[in-house]
């Protein structure tokens, strides 16, 4: 009888255990490329100035805290979303780059900037691992943006505050 009742709370256990797992995986966002290993150019917070090609053309001001990661890769590279959600705002800016922001569940949002190409259409629903678009390239070139020094992506989270938080800590762990 001890015996059976021990089996069969491991096996609770067990299960419980894999639920949390499976729960944790739903709650942590997709990195938004497939190429590994991922390099960041750039990190969330990072206290580096900000070197831009022409200094006059910028408008907003230097030194501001940066609010997401760059990731550094090369242009044309398809783009996944991280977590399922609604678009809510997709397309190309007039300065030549374009982006998408998605909306989860939790209220949580996060922005692909950078995009010289764009999926999907305000609206839409979207599911983790779907393309969402494509990267820009070299600067000068349509969908990098006027003021980027090199093909990337710039990979924005908001909290449902609309306060920017670090992406890396929600980032699923591989399992290697």
Known sequence: MTTK??????ALQALILSEARASERSRCLE???ET???????????????IVP?????????????????????GGTALYALAGGVVIAAGLDQDGSGGVTVQTASG????LGHLYA????????VHRGQILGYSGGEPGVYGSGPYTTGPHLHLTVLDPFGEAVDPLPLFCRDKH
Do not use: E, M, T
């Not at 009742?5 to 491991?10: A, D, E, N, R, Y």
């Not at 590994?36 to 900000?50: E, G, N, Y």
């Not at 764009?118 to 629903?125: A, F, I, L, P, Q």
């Open 108 to 111: 949580r949002r996060y922005l």
């Open 54 to 74: 022409d200094p006059a053309r910028v408008s907003w001001p230097i030194g501001l805290a940066h609010d997401g990661l760059d990731i550094k890769l090369p």
């Open 36 to 50: 590994r290993p991922v390099w960041v150019s750039q990190l969330f917070h990072d206290p580096r100035p900000v």
């Open 5 to 10: 009742l021990f089996l069969v709370v491991g």
């Open 118 to 125: 764009v999926s999907v259409k305000r609206g839409d629903r």
């Open 31 to 33: 990195l938004p490329v």
